[in-house]
Every structure is written in C-alpha cells, then in structure tokens.
Nanobody, 116 residues
Framework: VQLVESGGGLAQAGGSMRLSCTVSGRIASVHYIGWYRQAPGRERELVARIGSGGATNYADSVKSRFTISRDNAKNTVDLQMNSLKPEDTAVYYC???????????WGKGTLVTVSS
C-alpha cells in the first residue's frame, strides 16, 4: 500500500487548510486510514481516523475543528482543518492500518505550519 499526502503549507491562526491522502495498492476490506501528526520534540499522535465502514475517531484537541472524510471512488482520505491554532503546527502523516496481519503503512508526511 502506498500513501501520498498533499495540501500542507503555511496558514494563519483561525484559518483553514485541507490535507489529502491518496491511497493505492492492495487495500483490505477491513482497514483504517488515519491522519497522525508529530510536532518537534513530541511523539507522533493520532489526529483522526476513518474506518472502512465509515466510522470516525478524533483526538479531543481537534474535535469540532477537524473533519476526516473519504472518497472511495478516488481512493482519497481528506482532513479538513478549520480554526487552526499555532499548536496544530506539525508534520502530518497519513497511515493505513490493516487489522488482520497486522499491517501498517505510512506516507512521507506533509508539513503544516500555523502562524499566530
């Protein structure tokens, strides 16, 4: 499975940004695709994920601000980020997780910088 992120860059606090993850390869019927982030000096953390059935999970810090969605026809998973805060600054990674195996794949990441 290959994952390619796009859409990162610089935004002002209070602004919006949309990240997109394009997924290709052999995708299991039961899987999760998630967005994680890692800020300098901090551990990688889950931001949001969406299951193959459409169920979603969000970190408390982004609930009501971020929305994860998927387009199965285009094999993309997007993360719409609104009301951005400087503490959202991080490298954002797309992750594919297959429960059976288990199997884990990561994209190379895209940098999101939020200025105050």
């Amino acid at each position: 499975v290959q994952l390619v992120e796009s859409g990162g860059g610089l935004a002002q606090a209070g602004g919006s940004m949309r990240l997109s993850c394009t997924v290709s390869g052999r995708i299991a019927s039961v899987h999760y695709i998630g967005w994680y982030r890692q800020a300098p000096g901090r551990e990688r953390e889950l931001v949001a994920r969406i299951g193959s059935g459409g169920a979603t999970n969000y970190a408390d810090s982004v609930k009501s601000r971020f929305t994860i969605s998927r387009d199965n026809a285009k094999n993309t998973v997007d993360l719409q980020m609104n009301s951005l805060k400087p503490e959202d600054t991080a490298v954002y990674y797309c992750n594919y997780r297959q429960v059976v195996g288990p199997v884990d794949f990561w994209g190379k990441g895209t940098l999101v910088t939020v200025s105050s």
